[in-house]
C-alpha cells in the first residue's frame, strides 16, 4: 500500500469518503464469490436478459440467486477437477456474456486453475494462436464457435472441449423458446458427444457440488490476458489473483455512493476483455449486486430497453456505446434515470458527451484510464468531484503514477508542460508476461515502475492528459488492434507488394478507423472490397480495415522504415479540411 504520508498533488482532489490507501484482503478472488453468498444467499446475483415478451411482462432469459450460483461453480469446478484440471492449468473460455462464463470463471478460481480469455469473433488462426502459446488443455466454448476450433484443434494442446449452449441456464420456457429459435438459425451447430467433448450442462447435472479442497494462494496467477502491450506481438499479460482483488477493491473505493446488496450492474461490455471482467462482474459480485447480463452489445436498443426495464444503477462501458445512447434517435422515449454512475475507458471519452448523458440519465459518467497490464484501472477522474476536460483523471487510491523523459528516464514535475511517458506502480500492477522474460524485464523501468507506452503530460493538480501513444495500438469497437497483426494477414494477399495499417481518430464513434495503405505489385489491380473480404477471412470483424487506399509508394525514413505518423496526420488534415502535403507518391484508390 502507498505510504499514507506520501504527498501527491491528486490527494486534495480525492472525494471526501476516498481514502489514499485501501485494505487490500489477503484472499483469492473465489472469496468475494462466497462471501456475498453468505451475505445475500437469496438475492440475485445473475440476471441473464435475451429478449421480452409481451411488452416486458415475461422475459427469455433466466435468474440465479447467489445461493444457486455458487453451487452451479462448485458443481462445474468439481466437473474440471474429475476431469484431469488440476492447479495451474490453463482453462479457455470462448463465450459472450452469458452466466455460462460466469460460472466458468470461478469454477476456474475454485481449483487453482488459470483463465485464458479469448474473444468470440477470432478467426480460427487468432485462437489457435492464444491455445498454443497458453498452453491451453481445456477450453469451454459456445457451441456456435465450435467448427472454428475443429479447423485448428488438431494442432493446439487441447484435450478438453465443454461446448455450452446459450440456453443452459435458462427456465423451461425461455429454453424451449430460445432452442427452438436458434436452432432454425443458418449457423447453429449440433455437438456431438465424444471421449473428449463435454456439454456444459450435463457436467452440470452429472457432478456434485463438492469439489476438493485445493490450497489457492493470493499470489498464484488467476488470469492470463493476451494484449499488444507496449511493444511487439501479442502476448499474455500475468495477472495474479492478489492483482484482480487489489483493483476491484481500489474501484470499489472510488465509487463512493454504492448500496451493498442492492445495485444492478448492467453487463454489456464483455467479460473476455479484462474491463468489463473486473469491473462489471468481479466488482458487481463483490458488491452483492445483481449482474443484469446482455450477451451482444452492440444490440443497442436492446441493451437500452433493458436498462429501463431492470431498472440498472452502474453501466462501465466504452465510449462509443454512451455516443451511439446519446445520438439514439429514439432517446426521448427510453428513462434510464436509475443510472447512478458510469466510467468509461478504452478510448477517449469527449466531455460534451459525458455532459449529454449526465442530462439524460441524471448520473455521472466520468472518463477513466487503464491497460491490461493494471488489471486494468490505474486512473479516474472523480465520480462526483471535478472533472477536468480531456483528462484521464487522477491515480485510484495505492496507485502511484508520474511522467518520465523520454530520453533521459528523469521525472518530469507536476505541472510541467512537458510531455514524457506515463509509468505507474501499485498492487494491480501484472506479475509480468507469460514465458517472455526479457518482454516483462523491458515493461519496466530499472527501478520497477511499470511502462505504459503512452505520452502523457500532468497538471500541478495531478490530473493526467494522454496525448499521444508510444506504440501503434489501435482501438476499435473497444478492443485494442496491433496493426501487425492486420498487416501480416495483408501481407500474405498475393497481389500485396507493401502494407502498412494506422488507426484515424474518429470523434463522432469515440474510438479509430482502422485504414490501411497498400501498394500493390507491378502490374497488379485490386479493389478496397476485394482486400477487405480477404482480411474477413482470416481476421476478427473488428480488425478488419474500414477504409483502404491504394499508393505508388509509402513515406518513410532514409532507413526505409515507414512513417505511420505522416499517415496520421494526412488523415487528420483531410478531416479537418487543410491541404495535405504529398510525402511520398499519390493516393489511386480509397474506399
Request: hydrophobic content about 40%; overall charge negative.
Given at each position: 500500500m502507498m505510504n499514507n504520508n506520501m504527498d501527491r498533488p491528486w490527494f486534495a482532489s480525492y472525494e471526501p469518503n476516498v481514502p489514499r490507501s485501501v485494505e487490500i484482503p489477503n484472499v483469492t478472488l473465489n472469496h468475494f464469490l462466497a462471501e456475498s453468498t453468505r451475505k445475500y444467499p437469496y438475492n440475485t446475483a445473475t440476471n441473464f436478459v435475451l429478449s421480452y415478451l409481451a411488452r416486458g411482462l415475461y422475459t427469455v432469459g433466466g435468474k440465479m440467486t447467489y445461493q444457486k450460483l455458487s453451487e452451479m461453480v462448485d458443481r462445474f469446478a468439481n466437473a474440471l477437477y474429475q476431469l484431469g484440471v488440476r492447479k495451474g492449468d490453463r482453462v479457455a473460455l470462448m463465450l459472450?456474456?452469458?452466466?455460462?462464463?460466469?460460472?466458468?470463471?470461478f469454477a476456474a478460481m475454485r481449483i487453482g486453475a488459470i483463465i485464458v480469455n479469448n474473444n468470440p469473433t477470432y478467426t480460427a488462426r487468432e485462437l489457435k494462436h492464444q491455445l498454443v502459446d497458453s498452453g491451453s488443455e481445456t477450453i469451454v466454448l459456445l457451441n456456435l464457435f465450435y467448427p472454428r476450433l475443429q479447423e485448428i484443434r488438431s494442432e493446439t494442446p487441447v484435450k478438453r472441449v465443454i461446448v455450452a449452449h446459450i440456453y443452459d441456464t435458462l427456465g423451461p420456457l425461455s429454453r424451449f423458446l430460445v432452442h427452438a429459435k436458434q436452432s432454425k438459425q443458418p449457423d447453429w451447430v449440433d455437438v456431438s458427444r465424444d471421449s473428449s467433448v463435454y456439454l456444459f450442462q450435463h457436467l452440470l447435472e452429472r457432478y456434485g457440488p463438492n469439489p476438493p479442497a485445493v490450497e489457492v494462494l493470493p499470489e498464484d496467477i488467476a488470469l492470463l490476458q493476451y494484449t499488444g502491450g507496449t511493444t511487439g506481438l501479442p502476448k499474455a499479460a500475468m495477472l495474479t489473483h492478489r492483482n484482480l482483488v487489489a483493483n476491484t477493491?481500489?474501484?470499489?473505493?472510488?465509487?463512493?455512493?454504492?448500496?451493498?446488496?442492492?445495485?444492478?450492474?448492467?453487463?454489456?461490455?464483455?467479460?473476455?476483455?479484462?474491463?468489463?471482467?473486473?469491473?462489471?462482474?468481479?466488482?458487481?459480485?463483490?458488491?452483492?449486486?445483481?449482474?443484469?447480463?446482455?450477451?451482444?452489445?452492440?444490440?443497442?436498443?436492446h441493451v437500452m430497453d433493458v436498462m429501463q426495464r431492470e431498472r440498472s444503477t452502474l453501466f462501465p462501458g466504452v465510449p462509443a456505446m454512451y455516443i451511439r445512447i446519446v445520438n439514439h434517435p429514439r432517446i426521448n422515449e427510453y428513462d434510464l434515470k436509475s443510472i447512478k454512475a458510469c466510467i468509461s475507458g478504452s478510448a477517449p471519452l469527449p466531455i460534451e458527451i459525458q455532459e449529454k448523458f449526465g442530462q439524460i440519465t441524471g448520473g455521472r459518467l466520468v472518463e477513466g484510464f487503464g491497460m491490461t497490464e493494471l488489471s486494468p484501472v490505474s486512473h479516474c477522474n472523480p465520480v462526483f468531484g471535478k472533472r477536468k476536460k480531456g483528462s484521464i483523471g487522477i491515480p485510484l487510491p495505492d496507485v502511484d503514477a508520474k511522467i518520465i523523459d523520454l530520453e533521459t528516464g528523469e521525472?518530469?514535475?507536476?505541472?510541467?508542460?512537458?510531455?514524457?511517458?506515463?509509468?505507474?506502480?501499485?498492487?494491480?500492477?501484472?506479475?509480468?508476461?507469460?514465458?517472455?522474460?526479457?518482454?516483462?524485464?523491458?515493461?519496466?523501468?530499472?527501478?520497477?515502475?511499470?511502462?505504459?507506452?503512452?505520452?502523457?503530460k500532468v497538471d500541478e493538480e495531478g490530473y493526467f492528459y494522454i496525448v499521444d501513444r508510444k506504440k501503434d495500438m489501435m482501438i476499435a469497437s473497444g478492443y485494442k488492434v496491433l496493426p501487425r497483426d492486420v498487416e501480416e494477414v495483408l501481407f500474405t494477399h498475393p497481389k500485396v507488394l507493401e502494407a502498412v495499417v494506422v488507426g484515424i481518430p474518429n470523434p463522432a464513434r469515440g474510438d479509430d478507423t482502422?485504414?490501411?495503405?497498400?501498394?500493390?505489385?507491378?502490374?497488379?489491380?485490386?479493389?478496397?472490397?476485394?482486400?477487405?473480404?480477404?482480411?474477413?477471412?482470416?481476421?476478427?470483424?473488428?480488425?478488419?480495415?474500414?477504409?483502404?487506399?491504394?499508393?505508388?509508394?509509402?513515406?518513410?525514413?532514409?532507413?526505409?522504415?515507414?512513417?505511420?505518423?505522416?499517415?496520421?496526420e494526412e488523415e487528420k488534415a483531410k478531416q479537418a479540411g487543410a491541404p495535405v502535403m504529398e510525402t511520398a507518391g499519390t493516393p489511386s484508390t480509397s474506399a
Open positions: 459472450p456474456n452469458s452466466p455460462h462464463y460466469v460460472i466458468a470463471f477493491v481500489q474501484v470499489a473505493s472510488w465509487l463512493t455512493k454504492t448500496d451493498y446488496g442492492a445495485e444492478k450492474m448492467m453487463c454489456a461490455i464483455p467479460f473476455f476483455h479484462v474491463y468489463g471482467m473486473t469491473v462489471a462482474m468481479i466488482y458487481g459480485l463483490y458488491l452483492g449486486g445483481e449482474l443484469t447480463i446482455v450477451p451482444n452489445p452492440r444490440e443497442l436498443d521525472d518530469i514535475p507536476f505541472g510541467s508542460d512537458k510531455e514524457g511517458e506515463l509509468v505507474v506502480k501499485g498492487p494491480m500492477v501484472m506479475k509480468g508476461y507469460w514465458n517472455r522474460p526479457e518482454e516483462t524485464e523491458a515493461a519496466f523501468t530499472p527501478d520497477g515502475w511499470l511502462r505504459t507506452g503512452d505520452i502523457c482502422i485504414k490501411a495503405f497498400i501498394v500493390l505489385k507491378p502490374g497488379e489491380t485490386a479493389t478496397a472490397d476485394e482486400i477487405r473480404e480477404y482480411c474477413k477471412q482470416h481476421l476478427a470483424p473488428y480488425k478488419v480495415p474500414r477504409e483502404v487506399e491504394f499508393r505508388a509508394e509509402l513515406p518513410k525514413t532514409m532507413v526505409g522504415k515507414v512513417l505511420r505518423r505522416v499517415l496520421v
